[in-house]
């Protein structure tokens, strides 16, 4: 095999620009117009192709150092003689990488950088967003750039993929010949025994939803812990006046109504926005409150309607009914809708935090952890309380960090010394 040098293209009237990244190594098959390497001046970025197809040999730049036209990047084994001789296709790309670059500088060429960033190859975009176009899946060069000379910004790489799942979700979820988007270069097979099933229809439902939610929605999560010691005495104190046995009532039944008198607290909670654009928000003043349900045939979340208007014992009833009609299939599909605010609780499971999903079009989910024993400073001494992990995701679009904030304090008010006494009614 013959080896070539791979040099720094015309690159205009820029000198030293910076090697910001390396997208290919040692010993690595590429294709002539595969990109090498990305330099960064102070006002653009661009992908270095490589001029030839072959084996990388050996490659001698690293990021950091800074290049002009002519500088060796690297050297390649070719797969073909005749691949030493640069064809008017491989001046053509030498000319795209110098018309790339040179116009930034030239206001009157602003217009050929709009047709540039269309281009199959070259598109104008930061190191930081390049990446972040990789990680969700996207080819930057298909993605329109609204900022200055058509440069892709972050925002533009979410409209992108948010516009490509929506045009790509098939009209029937059930639809057995659905092509996977991402596809992997291997078969599990060839590495050991495997087991291929039907991914539970539920599950299939809820995927859409998902992608859809964590999309849209800019998701934050606020990770507190609540004092809940004497809520717990009081819960296992509480007995039936008629025959005296003990009541079975669970938590969850005290959180909902602490979640509800937080809302009423705090509005914006307890609202949905549709349309962002629209600049309308809509405030409920129902009190609906989804409750998420693990179940065989996957995670379920009915609503528990009117939770403001129900005493404890009630609600404890009622979710456990709910519950065993979510694992038979026996639930509306109406009971899904029109929530408030949703509960995720790992309380039974274990755990201590975690950054739970938005239930779209709600703009705000309390994720329940297991409660724990701590040993905590309580009034001038140490004792042994216990401590319930909550973790509150928002929609920072409705939401901040300060109001999410005061809503977990009002939610841990609630859940304290005095008010838990109150939620019983």
């Given at each position: 095999?013959?080896?070539?040098?791979?040099?720094?293209?015309?690159?205009?009237?820029?000198?030293?620009?910076?090697?910001?990244?390396?997208?290919?190594?040692?010993g690595?098959?590429?294709n002539?117009?595969?990109?090498?390497?990305?330099?960064?001046s102070?006002?653009?970025?661009?992908?270095?192709?490589?001029?030839?197809?072959?084996?990388?040999?050996?490659?001698?730049?690293?990021?950091?150092?800074?290049?002009?036209?002519?500088?060796?990047?690297?050297k390649?084994?070719?797969?073909?003689?005749?691949?030493?001789?640069?064809?008017?296709?491989?001046?053509?790309?030498?000319?795209?990488?110098?018309?790339?670059?040179?116009?930034?500088?030239?206001?009157?060429?602003?217009?050929?950088?709009?047709?540039?960033?269309?281009?199959?190859?070259?598109?104008?975009?930061?190191?930081?967003?390049?990446?972040?176009?990789?990680?969700?899946?996207?080819d930057?060069?298909?993605?329109?750039?609204?900022?200055?000379?058509?440069?892709?910004?972050e925002?533009?790489?979410?409209?992108?993929?948010?516009?490509?799942?929506?045009?790509?979700?098939?009209?029937?979820?059930?639809?057995?010949?659905?092509?996977?988007?991402?596809?992997?270069?291997?078969?599990?097979?060839?590495?050991?025994?495997?087991?291929?099933?039907?991914?539970?229809?539920?599950?299939?439902?809820?995927?859409?939803?998902?992608?859809?939610?964590?999309?849209?929605i800019?998701?934050?999560?606020?990770?507190?812990?609540?004092?809940?010691?004497?809520?717990?005495?009081?819960?296992?104190?509480l007995?039936?006046?008629?025959?005296?046995?003990?009541l079975?009532?669970?938590?969850?039944?005290?959180?909902?109504?602490?979640?509800?008198a937080?809302?009423?607290?705090?509005?914006?909670?307890?609202?949905?926005?549709?349309?962002?654009?629209?600049?309308?928000?809509?405030?409920?003043?129902?009190f609906?409150?989804?409750?998420?349900?693990?179940?065989?045939?996957?995670?379920?979340?009915?609503?528990?309607?009117?939770?403001?208007?129900?005493?404890?014992?009630?609600?404890?009833?009622?979710?456990r009914?709910?519950?065993?009609?979510?694992?038979?299939?026996?639930?509306?599909?109406?009971?899904?809708?029109?929530?408030?605010?949703?509960?995720?609780?790992?309380?039974?499971?274990?755990?201590?935090?975690?950054?739970?999903?938005?239930?779209?079009?709600?703009?705000?989910?309390?994720?329940?952890?297991?409660?724990?024993?701590?040993?905590?400073?309580?009034?001038?001494?140490?004792?042994?309380?216990?401590i319930?992990?909550?973790?509150?995701?928002?929609?920072?679009?409705?939401?901040?960090?300060?109001?999410?904030?005061?809503?977990?304090?009002?939610?841990?008010?609630?859940?304290?010394?005095?008010?838990?006494?109150?939620?019983?009614?």
């Amino acid at each position: 095999m013959s080896t070539i040098d791979i040099k720094v293209p015309n690159i205009g009237d820029f000198k030293d620009v910076e090697i910001i990244e390396i997208l290919v190594k040692n010993g690595q098959e590429i294709n002539k117009g595969d990109s090498i390497i990305t330099l960064e001046s102070d006002k653009s970025s661009v992908e270095v192709p490589s001029d030839h197809s072959g084996k990388i040999s050996n490659i001698n730049v690293k990021v950091g150092d800074k290049v002009s036209e002519g500088d060796l990047i690297l050297k390649i084994e070719l797969f073909k003689k005749e691949d030493i001789k640069i064809d008017n296709e491989e001046i053509n790309n030498t000319k795209k990488i110098n018309e790339q670059i040179e116009p930034l500088e030239k206001k009157e060429m602003s217009a050929n950088l709009q047709n540039i960033n269309k281009s199959d190859k070259l598109a104008l975009a930061s190191p930081r967003v390049r990446k972040f176009a990789r990680e969700l899946g996207a080819d930057i060069n298909r993605i329109p750039g609204s900022e200055k000379f058509g440069r892709v910004s972050e925002d533009d790489v979410k409209s992108f993929v948010k516009l490509d799942i929506n045009q790509k979700q098939p009209s029937n979820i059930n639809d057995g010949n659905q092509k996977q988007k991402f596809k992997i270069e291997y078969d599990h097979a060839d590495f050991g025994e495997i087991d291929v099933k039907d991914i539970p229809r539920i599950k299939k439902l809820a995927a859409p939803h998902l992608v859809n939610s964590f999309n849209t929605i800019p998701h934050v999560t606020h990770h507190d812990e609540i004092d809940i010691t004497e809520m717990e005495e009081f819960r296992n104190s509480l007995t039936d006046h008629y025959n005296g046995e003990k009541l079975k009532i669970t938590p969850l039944a005290f959180i909902m109504k602490a979640l509800v008198a937080a809302l009423k607290e705090f509005p914006s909670f307890n609202s949905s926005i549709e349309d962002m654009s629209s600049g309308k928000i809509t405030f409920k003043k129902y009190f609906h409150i989804g409750i998420a349900v693990d179940t065989p045939n996957g995670l379920m979340v009915p609503k528990i309607r009117q939770v403001d208007k129900k005493n404890i014992q009630h609600l404890s009833t009622e979710l456990r009914e709910v519950a065993q009609k979510c694992r038979d299939l026996k639930i509306d599909k109406k009971e899904f809708y029109g929530g408030s605010m949703t509960i995720s609780s790992l309380g039974g499971i274990g755990g201590s935090f975690f950054t739970p999903i938005i239930n779209y079009p709600e703009v705000a989910i309390l994720g329940v952890s297991k409660s724990n024993k701590k040993q905590i400073l309580y009034g001038d001494r140490f004792t042994s309380r216990t401590i319930l992990p909550i973790s509150l995701s928002y929609d920072h679009r409705i939401i901040d960090g300060a109001e999410a904030a005061r809503f977990c304090n009002e939610i841990r008010d609630n859940l304290g010394k005095n008010f838990a006494f109150k939620l019983a009614i």
